[in-house]
Each structure stands twice: as structure tokens, then as C-alpha cells.
């Protein structure tokens, strides 16, 4: 994100940012230029400035006319739906409240690019779920494109467009989160991005065999699947297990269950209540062949 702002200097490479190079071969485009806002999680708000002082600043440290400050920050408080709330300084206002008027800020800055880092890792789980919803709404109204680092893949794919996963500084995979949920491009973004479980299985074409059961399978099939515990259910003629943990997450149980002579423990959930010991038995009913 840095990189990205202007505030460090890549050592190699090319950045573009809304169809116009902002680093590159002989261009290093300064910061305050690069059309770039950035949320920071406290808000960094004027405490003693009003809601509408706070989205006004940047025209006014730019030299901007009055008359002309107060119409574009009308404006960006109707698109953040603060228009009423205009008067108010920052302690008078929710988290969520906050949030808003730092984007409306950013979008003052003339911003085309918005770069937020984990906005809501402070906040509870619950204003967390209500301002996933505020954000993917601003989003949607502003149009501008928005850059959001978190390491909540719930989070991640409830807000995402396109999702970027990323390890030592590297992408692992590009695509829009139900591509990365269901057809990871590796073991470790199948295993990072929600639950599931590895093993290795006979496969030929479009099936898969494991201790006897066979079932549907999609993806490069090297010889190791990846099932998701949507794809795991009970049933009689099953694989038998035993449930080593249970936990109950609200309509439903997350679970896990180990196969004799498996490694790897079958991640699964169960819409009835299970104990650690109790025996199950197991029928894939589909699963992602993972690449060498």
C-alpha cells in the first residue's frame, strides 16, 4: 500500500493507477498527486472540526473558495448518506458514523484510489457485519476503486470484487472470491481460504476413489483432493469415522472426524448435535483436484 501511495519507491516494476502510470521507467509520480486517499483504522478525524469541517479541509488547504468547498462537500456527505449529520463533530458520531465521513474526506482529496488497511479490525464482530454492508455500499456509489488489506477472509470475501491472495509478499491467486473459495489454485490457498480437507485419492477424469467410495472431482486432479466440509455428509453406506471435536456455531455444528489410516482429519458440519468419540460415517459428494 505503500508502494502504491507514494510513499515508498519500488525498486523495480511499473504501477498504474486508474489507466495513467504513476511509477515506472524515468516517471515517479509524488504522492499528493497520484489521486490516492487512505483510511486509516482510528479515522485520524479533527476532534474539534464538524462532521462537514472534516470533509471541507482539503479544499480549504488547497485554497479553494468557500462557496465552491461547501457544494463538493454537500456532495460527498449525500454520497455517504451524512448529509443530516453535517453539524456534528466526531465524538457524536458511531463508529460507523466515522468511518464514513474519513471516506467522504477521501473522496474531497479528489481521490480515485481509496487504500484501507484492516478499517475494521477495531471494531466489535457485531458493528463489523453492519459496516461490511456500509462499505460494500459506498463502494457501489462512489465508483471509486478501493484497495482493502485484511486478514479476515470472511471479510474479505463478503467485500471483495476481485481478491488477491498473498504470502511472503507474492500473489498466490487472482480471481473474485467464489473462484478462489472453489477452485483454490493451491494446497496452501485451499487450506487458508476457509475449511476443508487434503488427501490423496485415486483419480481418473471427472471422479475420484478413496477407500472404496468414488465421487465427483473437478479441477488439474494430480492425485490430491480438496473437499470443502459443504461437500462432506452423513450417510449409512459411508466411510466410518469418529468425531474427534465439535463445536456448535450457531444452526449448525462445525465438526471434525478422523478416518483410520488417514492423516488428515475430515472437516465437516453437522445440523445435528455430535461429541468427540462419537461414530459417523462418511460420504463425499464432490471435491477440487488440486495441481502438483
Known amino acids: 500500500m505503500r508502494?502504491?501511495?507514494?510513499?515508498?519507491?519500488?525498486?523495480?516494476?511499473?504501477?498504474?493507477?486508474?489507466?495513467?502510470e504513476v511509477?515506472?521507467?524515468?516517471?515517479?509520480?509524488?504522492?499528493?498527486?497520484?489521486?490516492?486517499?487512505?483510511v486509516f483504522q482510528s479515522y485520524a478525524l479533527w476532534p474539534h472540526m464538524s462532521v462537514a469541517k472534516n470533509v471541507a479541509f482539503p479544499y480549504e488547504a488547497q485554497g479553494v473558495s468557500a462557496t465552491h468547498a461547501a457544494e463538493r462537500t454537500a456532495e460527498h456527505l449525500e454520497r455517504v448518506a451524512l448529509t443530516e449529520l453535517a453539524g456534528r463533530r466526531p465524538e457524536a458520531l458511531s463508529g460507523g458514523q466515522r468511518q464514513r465521513v474519513a471516506l467522504a474526506r477521501c473522496l474531497a482529496?479528489?481521490?480515485?484510489?481509496?487504500?484501507?488497511?484492516?478499517?475494521?479490525?477495531?471494531?466489535?464482530?457485531?458493528l463489523r457485519g453492519t459496516m461490511e454492508g456500509e462499505l460494500r455500499a459506498f463502494h457501489d456509489r462512489s465508483e471509486v476503486t478501493t484497495l482493502y488489506i485484511t486478514h479476515d477472509q470472511r471479510e474479505a470475501m463478503a467485500l471483495a470484487d476481485v481478491m488477491a491472495v498473498m504470502d511472503q509478499g507474492r500473489f498466490l491467486q487472482l480471481g473474485t472470491p467464489q473462484d478462489i473459495y472453489d477452485r483454490p489454485a493451491t494446497e496452501k490457498v485451499a487450506r487458508f481460504i476457509g475449511r476443508g480437507?487434503?488427501?490423496?485419492?485415486?483419480?481418473?477424469?471427472?471422479?475420484?476413489?478413496?477407500?472404496?467410495?468414488?465421487?465427483?472431482?473437478?479441477?488439474?486432479?494430480?492425485g490430491r483432493v480438496f473437499i470443502r466440509?459443504?461437500?462432506?455428509?452423513?450417510?449409512?453406506?459411508?466411510?466410518?469415522?469418529?468425531?474427534?471435536?465439535?463445536?456448535?456455531?450457531?444452526?449448525?455444528?462445525?465438526?471434525?472426524?478422523?478416518?483410520?489410516?488417514?492423516?488428515?482429519?475430515?472437516?465437516?458440519?453437522?445440523?445435528?448435535p455430535a461429541h468427540a468419540g462419537d461414530h459417523v460415517a462418511l460420504r463425499f459428494t464432490g471435491g477440487w483436484g488440486l495441481p502438483d
Do not use: C
Not at 23 to 33: A, H, K, L, S, W
Not at 109 to 126: G, Q
Not at 197 to 222: C, H, K, L, M, N
Not at 238 to 267: C, M, N
Open 197 to 222: 480437507t487434503v488427501f490423496e485419492a485415486d483419480i481418473r477424469g471427472s471422479e475420484a476413489s478413496f477407500q472404496g467410495q468414488i465421487f465427483p472431482v473437478s479441477g488439474p486432479a494430480s
Open 109 to 126: 482529496s479528489d481521490a480515485r484510489t481509496i487504500l484501507m488497511d484492516e478499517p475494521l479490525a477495531n471494531l466489535d464482530p457485531h
Open 229 to 272: 466440509p459443504e461437500r462432506v455428509s452423513i450417510a449409512d453406506d459411508g466411510i466410518p469415522a469418529k468425531i474427534s471435536t465439535a463445536h456448535y456455531r450457531g444452526g449448525f455444528w462445525e465438526a471434525e472426524a478422523l478416518i483410520d489410516g488417514v492423516d488428515a482429519s475430515v472437516q465437516l458440519n453437522l445440523a445435528h
Open 23 to 38: 511509477f515506472g521507467t524515468g516517471v515517479n509520480v509524488p504522492p499528493e498527486d497520484r489521486k490516492v486517499g487512505v
Open 3 to 20: 508502494l502504491i501511495a507514494g510513499l515508498e519507491t519500488p525498486d523495480t516494476g511499473r504501477i498504474d493507477l486508474s489507466d495513467r
